[in-house]
């Protein structure tokens, strides 16, 4: 709607006030002077006509009357004007000229977009009224031929140079008919005013309303009526300097960042069908759009574009295309785009959404929605909030770019670099069903984070979740739980793990990990001298530099929340006997099994005995730190756990404790 207005203003200007910067008092003048511009129209290729030209020397109001103009490109487009009456004129100087006011009357716009199915647009503006105009005295006729961008830069160029206290279109009609599957429509904008404009800056735009009605053509030919409104849409501090910018054929070199607009809000969006659908958003805003483009490159986008829409794009070019694409990621930055109070009504049952959130800068996006409340094929859902962070938008579109040939598989080392499209992810108040008629799974909590990256390997990474869900009575794995009364399995959970380069260390901390009111346990893992050449897709590679990892200790403890008592009643019931005496064989059990490495190993003689108290008496806390004797090789580690578990015990200082 703002080109419309703008080359609504400029015709204006060209057809009218830009032509009366000559004295007033002189009707033949005047007239000499309106044809003369309309002349210079007619010099490119257009078709450009008027009819009765009046000028009234005491109010200084000239009247131009059956504006017809019409484009020389194809497929051609036209305006026409019942009148353009311009009062109040005055030129300050030989290069400008002023009006209190600028009525436009009865303007008809209308157009076609080539293609394979040609779209024909239509717009009509009973009034189009400018309040305290100041512009040229003549503005530059746009050059026949001109590209599309070019013809839009040459427009931002002369609405820069113009200002005035408000432009007014109190309603516009219009109609679309065309396209592979739009199908007819017809749409009116009511209240349309752009307030305080000068220097291509505009301190407010505003929109009352917007209806819309189309029938799009659905699967299998049938039509489908849609029907909306848009009201109460505001834009603040609209700047075309950056239009400009990012028009400009330089704009390669442009690295600035340019503040498009300020504040935006709208109000309720609302859509309806004949098939039963109904959608509305309640309202949506976004604190700042800006552009940057030296990364944005319209005109090297537009120059790789297909001639026209029915053409295919080579591989090569479908490969540039999205390269280009990402950039338009990269180039744009949005600031807190919220989406508010969405629902939607279908024959298959209602959804809401309290709100989808945006933010996007240098082609990464935190994208996030909240408050989700539908229904799923097993029943109904709902959801807190669903956050993907720092999803990186262009890379992906890059990414999609290199492969896209039919056939074309990334490398290990691509693969992995997808892990940097993505900073993590976070979701929050879950219900959803497990199965129909069960009970629900829920989850409160659940955050993932990975960065500080080596290469494509991340070395820090932590987990944070709390969630609860019901257990599967088929499954023979959970029997001891069910019989012991517990039919629902809850998991909290902390785990945290990185890598450190200055002090070459690598720990596995926080690690806390609580299950139902079964067990609560804690732990740190360490490793030393652990080098940054093991972060690597590469297997050789990190297996050598593996060599030099050493370990640093171990400490873990478990806290009894009850499933010493499940476990014994388990073996009770499976060898039917009684509690006290399951405890008791449990017991000895350990006891047997510690004596196998207590032999030589003083330490894991009094771990046993630790742990032998653990299951003796429930609600007990089991404490075990293990420290190295020595510098101990993580790879020699293994294999002695896995060939020989005493003589890697041996390796480490052994301290264990049970208490209350």
Same mark, same amino acid.
Do not use: C, W
């Given at each position: 709607m703002k080109r419309v207005v703008i080359a609504v203003l400029v015709a204006v200007a060209l057809g009218g006030a830009g032509l009366i910067g000559v004295p007033w008092y002189a009707q033949a003048r005047a007239e000499r002077e309106v044809e003369a511009n309309f002349a210079q129209i007619r010099q490119n290729g257009a078709s450009a006509s008027h009819g009765k030209v009046t000028f009234d020397l005491w109010s200084r109001k000239l009247t131009i009357a059956d504006v017809k103009l019409e484009s020389a490109s194809q497929p051609p487009a036209s305006v026409t004007f019942g009148s353009i009456v311009a009062t109040g004129l005055n030129q300050p100087d030989s290069e400008h000229v002023t009006a209190s006011s600028i009525e436009v009357n009865d303007v008809t716009m209308a157009g076609?977009?080539?293609?394979?199915?040609?779209?024909?647009?239509?717009?009509?503006?009973?009034?189009?009224?400018?309040?305290?105009?100041?512009?040229p005295a003549r503005f530059a006729a746009i050059p026949s031929g001109a590209s599309m961008l070019d013809t839009y830069r040459a427009l931002a160029q002369q609405f820069v140079t113009i200002s005035a206290a408000s432009i007014s279109v109190p309603r516009t009609t219009g109609t679309m008919d065309g396209g592979p599957s739009a199908g007819p429509a017809e749409f009116a904008y009511s209240g349309l005013t752009f307030e305080n404009i000068k220097a291509g800056r505009i301190a407010n735009y505003k929109l009352d309303e917007v209806t819309f009605t189309m029938?799009?053509?659905?699967?299998?030919?049938?039509?489908?009526?849609?029907?909306?409104?848009? $009201?109460? /849409?505001?834009?603040?501090?609209?700047? $075309?300097?950056? %239009?400009? $910018?990012?028009? +400009?054929p330089d704009a390669a070199k442009d690295d600035k960042t340019y503040r498009v607009n300020g504040k935006f809000t709208m109000g309720a969006y609302e859509i309806t069908t004949d098939s039963g659908l109904k959608m509305r958003m309640d309202s949506a805003s976004a604190d700042e759009f800006s552009v940057r483009p030296s990364r944005l490159q319209l005109p090297a986008l537009f120059a790789v574009l297909p001639a026209t829409p029915a053409a295919q794009p080579t591989p090569e070019q479908a490969r540039e295309l999205m390269d280009r694409v990402?950039? %338009?990621? !990269?180039?744009?930055?949005?600031? +807190?785009?919220e989406l508010r109070g969405f629902s939607i009504e279908t024959p298959q049952g209602p959804a809401k959404l309290a709100a989808f959130r945006l933010d996007l800068q240098d082609g990464k996006g935190d994208i996030a929605v909240e408050g989700f409340d539908g229904r799923g094929p097993n029943g109904p859902i709902k959801l807190g909030r669903f956050a993907l962070k720092s999803f990186d938008l262009a890379g992906l579109m890059h990414f999609a770019a290199k492969y896209s040939t039919a056939g074309a598989k990334p490398a290990p080392a691509d693969a992995a670099e997808m892990l940097k499209l993505l900073a993590g992810v976070e979701l929050k108040a879950l219900t959803a069903p497990y199965r129909t008629g069960d009970k629900p799974v829920q989850i409160d909590a659940i955050s993932l984070d990975w960065g500080q990256y080596v290469g494509p %390997?991340?070395?820090?990474?932590?987990?944070? $979740?709390?969630?609860?869900g019901p257990l599967d009575p088929s499954n023979p794995a959970f029997l001891p739980l069910l019989v012991a009364g517990i039919d629902t399995a809850a998991l909290d959970a902390d785990l945290g793990l990185g890598w450190t380069e200055s002090a070459g260390t690598f720990a596995v901390s926080p690690f806390k990990l609580e299950v139902s009111n079964l067990i609560g346990a804690s732990a740190s893992v360490s490793l030393a001298r652990v080098p940054r050449e093991v972060f690597t897709v590469d297997l050789q590679q990190a297996t050598t530099a593996a060599a030099q990892i050493e370990a640093s200790g171990i400490e873990l403890t478990l806290r009894d929340l009850g499933a010493v008592d499940v476990f014994v009643a388990n073996y009770a019931r499976t060898h039917a006997i009684p509690r006290d005496a399951a405890r008791k064989a449990l017991v000895d059990s350990i006891k047997a099994i510690g004596a196998q490495f207590a032999a030589d190993n003083a330490d894991v003689a009094a771990?046993?005995?630790?742990?032998s108290r653990f299951v !003796?008496?429930?609600?007990?806390?089991?404490?075990?730190?293990?420290?190295?004797?020595?510098?101990?090789?993580?790879?020699?580690?293994?294999?002695? /756990?896995? %060939?020989?578990?005493?003589?890697?015990?041996a390796q480490f200082k052994i301290e264990a404790q049970t208490a209350p």
């Open positions: 076609s977009l080539a293609g394979a199915a040609p779209m024909r647009l239509s717009y009509k503006l009973p009034q189009l009224v400018v309040k305290d105009y100041a512009g029938t799009p053509q659905q699967p299998g030919g049938k039509a489908d009526k849609m029907q909306g409104r848009m $009201a109460g /849409i505001v834009h603040q501090d609209m700047d $075309a300097n950056a %239009i400009l $910018a990012v028009l +400009n990402a950039g %338009i990621y !990269e180039g744009m930055a949005v600031k +807190n785009a %390997i991340p070395t820090q990474a932590r987990l944070v $979740a709390k969630m609860a771990a046993v005995d630790a742990l !003796e008496k429930p609600r007990q806390t089991f404490s075990l730190k293990l420290s190295p004797r020595a510098k101990v090789p993580a790879m020699q580690l293994a294999q002695l /756990i896995a %060939i020989d578990p005493p003589s890697a015990l």
